[in-house]
């Protein structure tokens, strides 16, 4: 049983047995009084009436009209005059006038009263006996509504005691249920900190729980801290805090090979001209200064622009890595405008020309860089702050305009979505669930992500794209039985009336939603956490889970969205490549999937290229692995 229902048994009983207690207390003491005072009534009129008729002739008609008087002057049941031999010499009686009075009340309360007698003389000798029994139904009325009266003030009183009672259980129920869902989230490892009561006993409890919660949160953020730091020792520049050169590249394959919107999108080369002359003038400490200028106003021009990766390829090349950016004319002069700016922040006069080129799934790395860098020395030859476009591979544009682009995709959309299933498995080779990229049919043939999704974005059909998907997830969930992974975009998770149509539609199929695993990349949830707080909140009491993929370089952010209850993080290709001949990206890959259980969240490796590495991830502690290694076996992978 639960306080608070102890509590309000406690509460009641009392409150009953003050109520029993007092009643019978009350009536038993009225009942007790009634009948001392028709006892003393009774021998009163009976001494009074015998005195009366020992002093009147004792004639019959004079005892008759003596008894009668008597009876009709009072409440009377019986009056009786016998002779010493026991006769009836003259009597009246009358039948209990009692009907207002419930019959189990009188039953209850019954009085036991005997009659009053006195001797009635005849000079020196008795006549007889007089016996005189006072009528009870107004002893019982009496006592019938002064216990009624005391039944209704009990109730009143009990009315208010019981509201009173409910507001000082209300006060102590609610810090309560507050401790015990932040116990529960603890458990959950959810650590968040409530406001202290007032009375003092639960105020420690909280406090203790508060210290406990802080505790264990700021453990886990040095914890994490220290991992980020061995990642950007291992990844990045030391001088200009960006990528180094063999993790760019990493990325940009990743890329290149993705299945989602990242595979197309725009590569900028930018080069801080004269490098050598400008140590020389400046000195090495402040061209490193200069360097690391330059490298944070190209990742705040990254970031701008949604997504962007930079690197570091060697001691004066920048590269710019955005995803989704399909517009080289516009991002040109968007590029110009902020390089422009950050030469005139800076004193120190610099050239900066560069080189564009866009990206697409398929396209060959070295073919990109090549072209890129060819363009970069011909940008450079022209002038210092010169931007050129790069001539990229030959590809064949599968629609011409905007007009034909919208029509192809809605008209795809609603004739059917395909899903790929490409499988995310345990260590011990079980299905955790299926990622299911989505596929459109455009100009016949089934096109992967890459292709469509800058168009989908340029268009704003993230939405109408996403509830496609969705409901032909649900679809493949009824009638297969396999769980699946769907990826969904930042527009849409900003558009309310996107959650709210995704909320009705997991609300109707609450055994789908089971099966239904939604993730998001990382960089869309840190970087618009009210939206993606937003969307945890409508979905998770639904059963879906919810998670975040590409997991890499703001892991350290992530012990921010704990309170949300993500259940499970992918980590990026990069962090995942090479996992088996590495050491430092082990110890990297251990501490996150450590950091992960203490958060109650699973952890899984993206990009899995062979048997090698999965094992080398489940034995560092992940749960799960997925990537063109994977394949489902009957036998466990470690």
């Keep these: 049983m639960s306080l608070i229902k102890q509590l309000w048994l406690i509460i009641v009983v009392l409150l009953l047995l003050a109520f029993g207690g007092s009643l019978f207390i009350g009536v038993t003491a009225s009942r007790a009084y009634i009948e001392q005072e028709v006892l003393i009534k009774n021998a009163d009129n009976a001494n009074a009436l015998a005195l009366t008729m020992s002093q009147m002739p004792k004639d019959p008609v004079t005892l008759e009209l003596l008894v009668s008087a008597q009876f009709d002057t009072g409440h009377y049941r019986r009056v009786e005059l016998r002779s010493p031999q026991g006769e009836i010499i003259e009597q009246r009686l009358a039948n209990e006038a009692i009907g207002d009075v419930p019959t189990w009340f009188v039953d209850l309360v019954r009085f036991d009263i005997p009659p009053g007698q006195a001797v009635v003389q005849d000079g020196w000798q008795q006549l007889g006996t007089l016996e005189l029994e006072s009528q009870h139904s107004f002893a019982y009325r009496s006592l019938w509504q002064s216990t009624l009266r005391l039944v209704g003030w009990f109730g009143l009183a009990g009315v208010i005691s019981l509201l009173m009672a409910w507001w000082i259980v209300h006060t102590i129920r609610r810090p309560l249920s507050e401790v015990v869902d932040q116990a529960l989230d603890i458990g959950a490892r959810r650590f968040t900190t409530i406001r202290a009561p007032r009375t003092r006993e639960l105020r420690e409890v909280v406090e203790a729980m508060n210290q406990l919660s802080a505790a264990v949160k700021v453990m886990l953020d040095e914890e994490s801290q220290k991992l980020d730091l061995l990642r950007r020792h291992l990844q990045h520049d030391p001088v200009t805090g960006v990528m180094k ?380 692995a997925t990537g063109p290694g994977i394949r489902q076996h009957d036998k466990p992978i470690s």
């Excluded at 030469?343 to 020309?353: H, K, N, S, V």
């Excluded at 090549?370 to 450079?380: F, H, M, P």
């Excluded at 498995?425 to 890459?450: D, I, V």
């Design 245 to 624: 050169r063999e993790a760019f590249l990493s990325q940009l394959q990743i890329h290149l090979d993705s299945q989602d919107a990242r595979a197309s999108g725009a590569l900028v080369l930018v080069r801080l001209a004269h490098l050598s002359e400008i140590n020389e003038g400046l000195g090495r400490a402040e061209t490193d200064a200069l360097l690391h200028q330059l490298a944070s106003g190209l990742s705040h021009f990254g970031a701008f622009r949604g997504g962007g990766v930079i690197g570091r390829l060697n001691g004066s090349d920048f590269a710019v890595l955005l995803p989704g950016v399909a517009d080289l004319e516009q991002l040109r002069d968007d590029l110009g405008r902020h390089l422009a700016s950050m030469r005139e922040q800076i004193e120190t006069p610099f050239g900066l020309p560069g080189a564009l080129i866009d990206y697409a799934q398929g396209d060959r790395r070295s073919v990109l860089l090549a072209s890129l860098d060819g363009t970069l020395s011909t940008a450079e030859a022209r002038s210092d702050a010169g931007l050129v476009i790069a001539e990229g591979p030959q590809r064949r544009s599968i629609y011409t305009n905007h007009g034909e682009w919208r029509n192809a995709l809605k008209e795809a959309m609603s004739s059917g979505i395909y899903l790929a299933h490409y499988p995310v498995l345990n260590t011990k080779g079980e299905l955790m669930h299926y990622e299911s990229p989505s596929r459109l049919r455009l100009s016949g043939q089934w096109q992967p992500a890459g292709v469509f999704m800058p168009w989908i974005s340029r268009l704003e059909l993230d939405s109408q794209l996403d509830l496609a998907v969705i409901d032909e997830a649900m679809l493949d969930i009824n009638q297969r039985g396999n769980p699946l992974g769907i990826n969904l975009s930042a527009a849409s998770i900003q558009d309310s009336r996107f959650v709210m149509e995704l909320q009705t539609r997991l609300k109707a199929r609450p055994d789908v939603a089971r099966r239904l695993w939604l993730e998001l990349p990382e960089s869309m949830a840190i970087h618009d956490l009210s939206s993606f707080r937003s969307l945890c909140h409508a979905l998770q009491p639904l059963g879906c889970r919810i998670g975040l993929e590409h997991v890499g370089a703001s892991f350290t952010r992530i012990a921010d969205l704990q309170d949300l209850g993500l259940a499970y993080l992918k980590f990026d290709k990069s962090l995942v490549s090479g996992i088996d001949k590495v050491i430092e990206q082990q110890t990297i890959l251990r501490g996150m999937a450590t950091l992960c259980h203490s958060l109650g969240i699973l952890a899984i490796g993206e990009g899995v290229e062979n048997l090698e590495e999965a094992t080398m991830l489940f034995e560092l502690g992940l749960d799960g």
